[in-house]
RNA sequence: GUGCCUGUAGCUCAGCAGGAUAGAGCAACGGCCUUCUAAGCCGUUGGCCGGACGUUCGAAUCGUCUCAGGCACACCA
């Protein structure tokens, strides 16, 4: 479908042809003066250097050119901006084309796969604040890839493979030093592991402080993930008992906040990609050896720093996170022929990407066409401008959080004494919801690279430009629908437009096939969620000014109904790809 | 030291393929519920867009410099 922007644009472009100018200068764009125009046009005022002619004049000599059909108005203003205001009708015309189409008239990409990677959790350590962008941000772009026609590919790539395992398998083995799993002799089957997420917890963050300062226990876990890279047997089914403890808590975890992944590959996956992988690199020389090192250089004469080269093999024959990261890259090619692998990852880790995806080039892993795309996101920082800690200093963990904030939910249905019909059960699920929409809206609405303030209590306020409003707009709709159907009224037909607040939201939607390109150029949902608001808070306005059951014209009835559905129906796709869930009632 | 990111209202943020009066939300103040969920709606107050210079008919938006904050710079991920 033809979306209302190329189809204006077309029709100024054609005019600035046929007055001998520039098709380019016949762009049409949103107007940033709502109260004169809905479109412009500023080609006249560009041109006017190169054509030597006042901007008035060419602005003028197109307006005559051009097809004034669509529009109510076409007027040309000093300077010599082109002002357009389109006719009900067309207005009308764009959105029931969007509403009669399933795909919401969105222009759809074919045949084209986009791998996302995003989540990238930690055995043996719980999520934290931290993770919680990655997984939403990653999630959010996969959905709307998938709403544009791409074949997205969610993967976990759970970090599993590290000396973060060394150190979990050493210090296990300080705790149980007659474990059967770290007996190199034993040669039998082994009994499940009986400890629970909570113990796992306790193990990481012991063995990393203790590494720190302890360097022979340092270099016992540098040894135990030798081993473990190496195929050692005990350590493997330790480590597959972990990994399996992990990944079951993982995964509640992320069901909690609507996050899904296609694959739950880990760093451990690449493994067997690597060993060929190197073999090659040095084959046709582009590893070296470097102070025991393998390394890959990959700096490049533009570079205004220095890059350092990048380390596929640790000087004690360990891999490291570029290797894993460069055999993923080969697996993905091999397994999906994407177009696109996005990585949504915190900002930091930057350079470490850049050398990865230079390597990746260099060595032909992937070709040129292939868009490799580190899409860093900012860091959730608290008041004081630092990371975000709880109040004794620690890092507030992601369930914590969930729970504060649902609770919070809870409270405010309380005090507000909604969902009283509900029983105590469903109150809960609602306020899940409630509370899970506050926390991914306020997250996703600001712009993805950016560092943000991460306030609590503006997560738990529930009022203005957030989750719950959102969910607020959507519910009310949906009882206006409901109480129709009970009613017996016929939902109508949409019409044309009576006031302006039903011109302003069906103008709004028929804008969206922009709003979602933009977002996904940008792999940033804080246009989703910012178009989302928009929606709402007209549509809130509409609510207000419209006593639609009340309303005694049956035709008119009719067409506010129709209105209704279509709104919550554009509402609703919003909230799909932001992944965010919308209760019945709240 | 070098590179990258950020600096817009009291607070949190939009706007940055240059365009006509810089927008929201929160906070503050004032209105709107016998009628579809007031978690809502309407209104008022609040800004030399960090600073300087430059490019341009036009700069929050582009360039250079500068100040302030954050982050990263091979054997952690």
Same mark, same amino acid.
């Given at each position: 479908?033809?979306?209302?922007?190329?189809?204006?644009?077309?029709?100024?472009?054609?005019?600035?042809?046929?007055?001998?100018?520039?098709?380019?200068?016949?762009?049409?764009?949103?107007?940033?003066?709502?109260?004169?125009? #809905?479109? #412009?046009?500023?080609?006249?005022?560009?041109?006017?250097?190169?054509?030597?002619?006042?901007?008035?004049?060419?602005?003028?000599?197109?307006?005559?050119?051009?097809?004034?059909?669509?529009?109510?108005?076409?007027?040309?203003?000093?300077?010599?901006?082109?002002?357009?205001?389109?006719?009900?009708?067309?207005?009308?015309?764009?959105?029931?084309?969007?509403?009669?189409?399933?795909?919401?008239?969105?222009?759809?990409?074919?045949?084209?796969?986009?791998?996302?990677?995003?989540?990238?959790?930690?055995?043996?350590?719980?999520?934290?604040?931290?993770?919680? /962008?990655?997984?939403? %941000?990653?999630?959010?772009?996969?959905?709307?890839?998938?709403?544009?026609? =791409?074949?997205?590919?969610?993967?976990?790539?759970?970090?599993?493979?590290?000396?973060?395992?060394?150190?979990?398998?050493?210090?296990?083995?300080?705790?149980?030093?007659?474990?059967?799993?770290?007996?190199? !002799?034993?040669?039998?089957?082994?009994?499940?592991?009986?400890?629970?997420?909570?113990?796992?917890?306790?193990? =990481?963050?012991?063995?990393?402080?203790?590494?720190?300062?302890?360097?022979?226990? @340092?270099? !016992?876990?540098?040894?135990?993930?030798?081993?473990?890279?190496?195929?050692?047997?005990?350590?493997?089914?330790?480590?597959?008992?972990?990994? /399996?403890?992990?990944?079951?808590?993982?995964?509640?975890? &992320?069901?909690?906040?609507?996050?899904?992944?296609?694959?739950?590959?880990?760093?451990?996956?690449?493994?067997?990609?690597?060993?060929?992988?190197?073999?090659?690199?040095?084959?046709?020389?582009?590893?070296?050896?470097?102070?025991?090192?393998?390394?890959?250089?990959?700096?490049?004469?533009?570079?205004?720093?220095?890059?350092?080269?990048?380390?596929?093999?640790?000087?004690?024959?360990? #891999?490291?996170?570029?290797?894993?990261?460069?055999?993923?890259?080969? #697996?993905?090619?091999?397994?999906?022929?994407?177009? @696109?692998?996005?990585?949504?990852?915190?900002?930091?880790?930057?350079?470490?990407?850049?050398?990865?995806? /230079?390597?990746?080039?260099?060595?032909?892993?992937?070709?040129?066409?292939?868009?490799?795309?580190?899409?860093?996101?900012?860091?959730?920082?608290?008041?004081?401008?630092?990371?975000?800690?709880?109040?004794?200093?620690?890092? @507030?963990?992601?369930?914590?959080?969930?729970?504060?904030?649902?609770?919070?939910?809870?409270?405010?249905?309380?005090?507000?004494?909604?969902?009283?019909?509900?029983?105590?059960?469903?109150?809960?699920?609602?306020?899940?919801?409630?509370?899970?929409?506050?926390?991914?809206?306020?997250?996703?609405?600001?712009?993805?690279?950016?560092?943000?303030?991460?306030?609590?209590?503006?997560? @738990?306020?529930?009022?203005?430009?957030?989750?719950?409003?959102?969910?607020?707009?959507?519910?009310?709709?949906?009882?206006?629908?409901?109480?129709?159907?009970?009613?017996?009224?016929?939902?109508?037909?949409?019409?044309?437009?009576?006031?302006?607040?039903?011109?302003?939201?069906?103008?709004?939607?028929?804008?969206?096939?922009?709003?979602?390109?933009?977002?996904?150029?940008? !792999?940033?949902?804080?246009? %989703?969620?910012?178009?989302?608001?928009?929606?709402?808070?007209?549509?809130?306005?509409? &609510? =207000?000014?419209?006593?639609?059951?009340?309303?005694?014209?049956?035709?008119?009835?009719?067409?506010?109904?129709?209105?209704?559905?279509?709104?919550?129906?554009?509402?609703?796709?919003?909230?799909? %790809?932001?992944?965010?869930?919308?209760?019945?009632?709240?």
């Amino acid at each position: 479908m033809k979306t209302i922007i190329a189809y204006l644009s077309e029709i100024f472009e054609k005019a600035f042809v046929a007055c001998g100018y520039e098709k380019e200068y016949g762009k049409v764009t949103v107007s940033n003066r709502p109260d004169l125009c #809905q479109f #412009q046009c500023n080609g006249a005022m560009a041109g006017a250097k190169r054509y030597k002619k006042s901007p008035l004049q060419i602005a003028q000599e197109v307006v005559e050119h051009v097809d004034k059909a669509p529009f109510e108005k076409v007027e040309v203003v000093a300077p010599g901006f082109i002002n357009l205001v389109l006719k009900d009708e067309e207005i009308l015309k764009a959105a029931v084309a969007i509403h009669e189409d399933k795909d919401f008239g969105l222009n759809k990409v074919s045949d084209e796969t986009v791998v996302v990677d995003y989540g990238g959790p930690n055995i043996a350590k719980p999520l934290h604040v931290g993770h919680l /962008r990655s997984a939403i %941000i990653g999630e959010s772009v996969k959905r709307l890839a998938k709403v544009l026609g =791409y074949r997205a590919i969610g993967d976990v790539h759970l970090g599993d493979w590290g000396l973060q395992m060394g150190l979990i398998i050493t210090e296990f083995a300080e705790q149980n030093p007659e474990s059967k799993y770290l007996d190199d !002799r034993y040669d039998g089957e082994y009994e499940p592991l009986a400890i629970s997420m909570d113990d796992l917890n306790e193990i =990481y963050p012991r063995a990393s402080k203790r590494s720190k300062v302890d360097e022979e226990y @340092m270099a !016992r876990a540098q040894q135990a993930t030798f081993d473990l890279q190496h195929g050692r047997r005990g350590y493997m089914a330790l480590w597959r008992e972990i990994v /399996r403890i992990s990944v079951a808590d993982l995964k509640a975890n &992320y069901e909690k906040l609507n996050v899904s992944f296609e694959y739950w590959y880990g760093e451990s996956d690449s493994e067997k990609y690597i060993p060929d992988m190197i073999a090659e690199f040095i084959e046709k020389g582009y590893a070296y050896e470097s102070e025991g090192a393998l390394v890959v250089d990959v700096a490049k004469p533009e570079d205004k720093a220095p890059m350092p080269p990048v380390l596929v093999r640790k000087s004690n024959g360990s #891999q490291i996170y570029a290797t894993t990261d460069l055999a993923t890259i080969k #697996q993905r090619m091999q397994d999906f022929h994407p177009s @696109m692998i996005l990585y949504f990852v915190d900002n930091r880790q930057g350079l470490h990407f850049e050398q990865v995806f /230079r390597c990746a080039r260099k060595t032909g892993l992937v070709s040129e066409d292939v868009v490799l795309e580190f899409d860093g996101f900012g860091t959730m920082n608290g008041k004081d401008g630092k990371p975000y800690k709880t109040r004794d200093g620690g890092v @507030m963990k992601l369930r914590d959080l969930i729970d504060n904030v649902c609770a919070a939910a809870l409270e405010k249905m309380e005090e507000a004494k909604t969902g009283l019909e509900l029983s105590e059960e469903e109150k809960k699920e609602t306020a899940l919801k409630v509370g899970i929409s506050a926390l991914k809206f306020g997250d996703l609405i600001n712009y993805r690279a950016k560092d943000y303030i991460f306030d609590l209590d503006k997560f @738990m306020s529930f009022e203005g430009k957030t989750g719950p409003y959102m969910l607020y707009t959507i519910v009310r709709l949906n009882s206006i629908l409901t109480k129709a159907k009970e009613k017996g009224f016929e939902i109508g037909t949409l019409g044309l437009p009576k006031t302006d607040v039903e011109r302003e939201v069906l103008l709004k939607t028929i804008l969206m096939n922009e709003v979602f390109w933009q977002a996904f150029s940008d !792999r940033a949902p804080s246009g %989703i969620c910012e178009n989302a608001y928009q929606i709402a808070s007209l549509a809130n306005r509409f &609510y =207000y000014e419209n006593k639609i059951l009340s309303e005694e014209n049956e035709e008119r009835r009719g067409e506010l109904l129709a209105f209704c559905e279509y709104v919550l129906r554009i509402l609703k796709l919003h909230m799909e %790809i932001l992944a965010i869930d919308v209760p019945e009632r709240m």
